[in-house]
């Protein structure tokens, strides 16, 4: 028995029969007063976008997806000791690979210095890696505890547990030794670069208490001159006397106030009075400054027996301005102090460990953020 045919419709008979239902639905009135009612609609929304005061644009978020802590690798040739950062690929974030911030701040730490970091992340330091997210969306400032390197194997497996808890270190591919600090920081300033897309570069120590929020006002400040120097500067004697490796009872109070804490083999070099230079505790490097120091190999630069003083006389033979702030060495609490330690009897808080904790418990010391000093130019 034949099957029941399909009945096929050719292509010109559908699309006249589809083009008839359509004429007699856009000819009824109901459709008419919907396409009027679009219309209304369509003109008050783009009204309200025309008139409407813009929306601010909100901060960029931190990226929470990657590792905070970072190994910095260093390409080696012969006789120039550590090279170019290389940061790793897969840490690459933002422009060239480089995590933009407003200023990236390194504290300085040893392996001798556990009990400092401890003290830190319970005073102004937060101690998760949330909460270090939100102090750089606050603030614009990332922090990062910078270390280098030991040939004991039980110390670099402490901090390796230390880096996993807390996730805040960028860690430098040279031995961590005081008597190369100078070293170090050139290390720092050319790793930091590699990090960080900024606009200053902060030198701190690991025990000083820090308003993070002040020195965020002192660095988004207008400033004139792209190549800026940010610090507590002074002057001082060089002790070309061997003994005087520190500050010892001998020594005048003027002298620590105003010296030098080491002797300077070098002084043949500089003279019986140091250059106006920043305070070693914390100090701030423009982008442009910074730049230039990457930009020069490790040995076009002599280094000096103490660190601030190495740091001022590269700053002495560039084109920089010499930005005076005495809120970075402030001996207390006060109203506008950025950087608190015990000058002039300690390079940092006597007693760091129980010293952060005290300031901690001050009001004057943890209140909200004010306007940062008023800075003063020594030149």
Not at 241 to 252: E, I
Request: hydrophobic share 40%; net charge positive.
């Amino acid at each position: 028995m034949p099957s029941s045919p399909k009945v096929f419709f050719s292509s010109a008979t559908a699309s006249s029969r589809r083009a008839g239902a359509l004429r007699r639905l856009f000819s009824t009135p109901a459709f008419s007063a919907a396409c009027l009612l679009f219309g209304i609609a369509g003109f008050l929304a783009a009204a309200l976008v025309a008139f409407s005061p813009a929306a601010p644009a909100r901060p960029r978020c931190p990226d929470s997806s990657r590792p905070l802590s970072v190994s910095v690798a260093w390409d080696r040739t012969p006789g120039d000791g550590a090279g170019a950062a290389q940061l790793p690929a897969s840490l690459a974030t933002g422009s060239r690979g480089r995590h933009k911030v407003m200023a990236f701040v390194g504290i300085f730490t040893g392996f001798g210095s556990i009990g400092r970091r401890r003290a830190l992340r319970r005073t102004w330091l937060p101690s998760d890696r949330q909460g270090l997210l939100r102090l750089e969306e606050a603030t614009g400032l990332a922090f990062r505890f910078v270390i280098g390197k030991s040939n004991s194997k039980n110390k670099m497996a402490v901090l390796a547990r230390e880096v996993e808890e807390y996730d805040d270190f960028v860690l430098l591919d040279l031995h961590e030794e005081y008597s190369r600090l100078p070293y170090k920081t050139l290390a720092f300033f050319k790793a930091a670069y590699a990090l960080f897309d900024s606009d200053f570069y902060v030198k701190a120590d690991d025990d000083i208490y820090l308003r993070p929020d002040r020195l965020s006002l002192l660095l988004a400040k207008e400033r004139s001159h792209p190549q800026t120097y940010i610090g507590c500067m002074k002057k001082g004697p060089v002790f070309t006397d061997p003994k005087l490796k520190w500050l010892t009872s001998p020594v005048t109070y003027i002298d620590r106030l105003l010296g030098e804490c080491r002797y300077e083999p070098q002084s043949f070099l500089l003279g019986s009075e140091y250059f106006l230079h920043a305070y070693g505790p914390i100090y701030a490097l423009s982008a442009d400054v910074v730049a230039s120091l990457v930009a020069l190999r490790n040995n076009s630069f002599r280094m000096f027996n103490n660190e601030d003083v190495t740091i001022g006389s590269w700053m002495l033979a560039m084109n920089v301005n010499h930005e005076n702030t005495h809120a970075l060495c402030e001996p207390d609490c006060t109203d506008s102090s950025i950087a608190v330690w015990d000058i002039p009897k300690c390079s940092g808080l006597c007693h760091p460990e129980v010293k952060m904790l005290e300031l901690h418990k001050r009001k004057e010391c943890t209140g909200g953020p004010t306007e940062a000093a008023e800075v003063s130019e020594d030149r």
